[in-house]
């Protein structure tokens, strides 16, 4: 049993779902953040984990400290207080690395799609066997007994480099975080260092172009819908109940799956899951068994239903993964009229995507946008205002504000899909309050 972890920056996604996994494995855990509530804090609070506001006396020599990435010693007085008393500590990513040594491990990398994608590995191997798993949407599970380790590879500063899972899968390679890699040939350069750490088996999508130029030490199973992939998904039917598929693998179908899941994203993160698993010697009937089960992840298509208005909250914050949200809200409710509240995020990622951004939010009926949502770590705020992407949307489009969300009410009926990586979720609230309100007044 070692001593206790403290996590600096507890709420942090990625950093409560280690927590968690690490508590459920039997270690001691505590942690300190800000006081302001984040989603991911519920979890920890129901397993009793101790949430500290911070503070250099919640440190001791005895602890393992991991210090979440977005503390620097200029803005953090327990890391400040750990760098001037050599207090010894490893980032999350730095852990990680190590951690992932004593298990097989699988990792999940890629552009867009990674966090959906661990989530439904995750979900299907740990009903099947022992597993321990973190997943981006700030779950975490630990099992002491476990074999597998499933975990979400994080690209943004290159945060995966020190991981060399056994398996991995790579989803997309895509152009995001302009405020650190330069262009898609660093995008790329990054994920091809990445993928020469994997050890035996590397799952890409094969009909992504960039993906094509990967090169790896492990060999590489291209997956997707085209027929020159190593695993192919067919015999595709795509319903309001989800989606129904099979795969293929050197001309054998290999298994019938259906995925409870909206969108074509979703059949190639569910064919990315088989072609790894299947590859890993998990049985196919047992796959297939638990993919009917899966209910997806936090923040990633979640779905309410107040009176008859139908309201989604997704994480999506970049072009590609509001194209792919669009999609998976028409194919649940091809009749309804399906309204974009999009909240850019970032001031470098809304200036460098803009004509991006406008293209993918003409896939919705109506467009209504919130103020961009600058990020702690955007020193300049450059030249753009939500205004310049309105400009630049064919659909009618309004902003609005957190205090004032009643313009949404005039689409009965009608699906409303939150999406951004901000606080969109308070104006997802004020909406929801309004409409409370309004059938309180009616009844």
Known sequence: MSNTYHFIGIKGSGMSALALMLHQMGHKVQGSDVEKYYFTQRGLEQAGITIKPFSPDNLTEEMEIIAGNAFREDNNQELAYAIQHHLPFKRYHEFLGDFMKDFTSFGVAGAHGKTSTTGLLAHVLANITDTSYLIGDGTGRGSSNAQYFVFEADEYERHFMPYHP????????????????????????????????????????????????????????????????????????????????????????????????????????????????????????????????????????????????????????????????????????????????????????????????????????????????????????GDVKVEDLADKISKPVKVVTVDNVSPLLDHENAVHVFMGAGDIQLYERSFEELLANLTKNTQ
């Open 166 to 381: 056994e398996y991995s899968i790579i989803t997309n390679i895509d152009f995001d975080h302009p405020d650190y890699f330069t262009g898609l040939d660093d995008v790329f350069d990054a994920f091809n260092a990445y993928a020469k750490q994997v050890s035996k088996g590397l799952f890409v999508f094969g009909e992504d172009q960039e993906l094509k130029r990967i090169t790896a030490k492990a060999p590489i199973y291209y997956y997707g819908f085209s027929k020159e992939n190593d695993f192919v998904a067919c015999d595709i039917r795509r319903t309001t109940n989800g989606s129904d598929f099979s795969v293929k693998h050197k001309d054998q179908v290999i298994g019938h799956f259906h995925v409870p899941t909206y969108g074509k994203h979703n059949i190639l993160n569910a064919t990315a899951v088989i072609a790894t698993l299947f590859t890993a010697g998990i049985d196919m009937t047992l796959v297939a068994e638990h993919m009917k089960t899966f209910s997806g992840v936090k923040r990633r298509f979640t779905e309410k239903l107040i009176d008859d208005t139908i309201i989604i909250d997704d994480f999506a914050h970049h072009p590609t993964e509001i194209v792919a949200t669009l999609d998976a809200a028409r194919q649940k409710y091809p009749a309804k009229e399906i309204v974009a509240i999009f909240q850019p995020h970032t001031f470098t990622r809304t200036i460098a995507l803009l004509d991006d951004f406008a293209q993918a939010l003409n896939q919705a009926d109506s467009v209504y946008l919130a103020k961009i949502y600058g990020s702690a770590r955007e020193v300049d705020h």
